[in-house]
């Protein structure tokens, strides 16, 4: 199982991204599905859930701003980011939980990360 995250880029304050996280593989179902991101010096922290019935779930520093979506026919993840702040400035890690095919068990898969970078 792969997951192939793109979108980032350098956009000034108050602009806006839109990032997409496709999984790939041989994926039988995928349970929730989240965007991670890790400013230098900081930890990994969760910007925002989503599980495969739509439920979602943001990090107080991004809701009203940020909005995380789903199309399970294409197992693709997005996260459409509005008003950007420079503190937005991060790599953006996808992050899915996967039962693949044959298995019994869900595992955690990540993507590569993509860099977005709020600037002007």
């Known amino acids: 199982v792969q997951l192939q995250a793109s979108g980032g880029g350098l956009v000034q304050p108050g602009g806006s991204l839109r990032l997409s996280c496709a999984a790939s593989g041989s994926i039988f179902s995928i349970d929730t599905m989240d965007w991670y991101r890790q400013a230098p010096g900081k930890e990994r922290e969760l910007v925002a859930a989503?599980?495969?019935?739509?439920?979602?779930n943001y990090a107080d520093s991004v809701k009203g701003r940020f909005t995380i979506s789903r199309d399970n026919a294409k197992n693709t993840v997005y996260l459409q980011m509005n008003s950007l702040k420079p503190e937005d400035t991060a790599p953006y890690y996808c992050?899915?939980?996967?039962?693949?095919?044959?298995?019994?068990?869900?595992?955690?898969?990540w993507g590569q990360g993509t860099q977005v970078t709020v600037s002007s």
């Open positions: 992050r899915a939980e996967v039962m693949r095919y044959g298995r019994s068990q869900w595992n955690i898969y």
């Open positions: 989503i599980t495969s019935g739509g439920s979602t």
